[in-house]
């Protein structure tokens, strides 16, 4: 029987706050290397472990996937999904643009999303059917409709294996769209990208990856906020999409046109 994600969100406000208070009140602590330039702090590692537990308590039913220590598998059943610190290196670094990303996934699609940026003060919730909220007040998408006006946030390069082959169709995509676009934006931040299209701070957001706990929550904030949030192809976005691209309708059939430019 399927989940009715927005009897969940008071469970799912509840964790990130937790999650919220270590993030603000605690240093990063010792920093573990997890490949080139990709890292987690000893702040990473206790959010995940408060949360599973205490998920795990209110909602045994429900699995459990964290960035850092795995759990359930995608296509295993309704499952948790969390990014303890979405913006690790920028929480490093002393840069506000972090924060606590928790989704709730059936079927390798969110249903529930709370995202909290604890030195923002901004927290965003949605649940299927039910909208999205930023500190608790209705948000929605821009209405921009030209790729001229619109500011872009554009998500990190690749870093590690593969990098150089990797970020080809990033840079000419950069290139693509700092030819025609308003602004680009790199913040550094996957729940901060969707968040803020589903805000309407930034028009559209474009993420040429795909992993479950940076974008579960964002998404279904961003739909919930009126987005169309879809993979490269132009397909609806899933957990097992190979890219993360939202906006406003309008923009969409420009973005694709743009990105299958830059892929040729």
Known sequence: MPIDAHTLLPIAERAVSIAGEIVRTKAPGAVTAKGDRDMATEVDYAVEHAVRE????????IGFLGEEEGGTRLGEGPMWVLDPVDGTANFLH?????????GLVERNVPTLGVIDFPFLDLRYAAAEGAGAVANGAAIRVSEVGGLGDAI???GDYAVGEDAEERNRPRLALTRELAARVQRVRMFGSAA???????HGRVDAMIMLSNNPWDTAAGVIIAREAGAAVIDLDGSPHTM??????AAGPRLIPDLVRLIAAAHA
Request: aromatic residues 10%; proline residues 6%; hydrophobic residues 55%.
């Open 54 to 61: 205490f998920l795990t308590r209110e909602t045994p039913e």
């Open 94 to 102: 002393g840069i506000p643009l972090c924060g606590v990303s928790l």
């Open 152 to 154: 872009v946030a554009f």
């Open 192 to 198: 901060i990208d969707l968040a803020w299209v589903a």
């Open 240 to 245: 097992t999409a190979q890219a993360t691209i």
